[in-house]
């Protein structure tokens, strides 16, 4: 489980990025994160004991499409997405690659 290689302090970014999604994407959350709001919440109850091990399920969606999108999305400033994490966005990329890294990937995304 690469979630095991992150420290708390980036664990709670991650988490954060996953509730900034669900609020900030509101009813698109589903597009753009690929998760339905039920699954992220049941990820969000079950945090930070989740099995992100298999690339195309929930887990691993959730919590890669969430970083990526709050990086990279449409419609979302600095300023959103450091009220919505906690972090600035080079601390969100920092553990979006370490994330990432822990998984066997040589770069961010879905392989």
Do not use: F
Not at 18 to 37: F, K, N, P, S
Request: net charge negative.
């Amino acid at each position: 489980m690469s979630l095991a290689a992150l420290s708390e302090q980036e664990l709670k970014i991650v988490r954060r990025s996953m509730e900034g999604a669900l609020v900030h994407l509101g009813w698109d959350l589903e597009t753009r994160i690929g998760v339905t709001e039920e699954q992220m919440r049941d990820l969000l109850a079950k945090w930070p004991n989740v099995d992100d091990s298999v690339d195309n399920r929930p887990e691993c969606l959730a919590i890669n499409n969430s970083l990526n999108d709050l990086l990279h999305g449409l419609g979302i400033s600095d300023a959103t997405a450091m009220e919505l994490t906690g972090a600035d966005r080079s601390e969100m990329r920092r553990v979006y690659d370490k994330w990432a890294r822990a998984r066997g990937w040589s770069s961010t995304g879905v392989v």
